[in-house]
């Protein structure tokens, strides 16, 4: 059974950092490319990050400068550093897992920017 779980959101004040980590179970997490996206309300869930499976990373332009994904594949986890945070980056985060004929998503993490 296929598992991404998300963890490490909350609310933060504007300026503030939060590390998110998705924790994956039931798939090669190597080989996968990993990604973490957004959706706020009202909106389509939109791209944030990604990093392939041999550490090439992506960057939506609103999270360049400030945002950071990582992978530790010794512990199937995914990470995303985000600082600077804008009341507009409050949003429900999924982590995914992809490769070409086969995606999973995890459930999502509330981050709430807001002073």
């Known amino acids: 059974q296929v598992q991404l779980v998300e963890s490490g959101g909350g609310l933060v004040q504007p300026g503030g950092s939060l590390k998110l980590s998705c924790a994956a179970s039931g798939i090669l997490f190597k080989i996968y490319t990993m990604g973490w996206y957004r959706q706020a309300p009202g909106k389509q869930r939109e791209l944030v990050a990604s990093i392939t499976s041999g550490g090439i990373t992506d960057y939506a332009d609103s999270a360049k400068g400030r945002f950071t994904i990582s992978r530790d594949n010794a512990k199937n986890t995914l990470y995303l550093q985000m600082n600077s945070l804008k009341p507009e980056d409050t949003a429900v985060y999924y982590c995914?897992?992809?490769?070409?004929?086969?995606?999973?998503w995890g459930q999502g993490t509330q981050v709430t920017v807001s002073s």
């Open positions: 995914r897992a992809a490769l070409p004929m086969q995606t999973y």
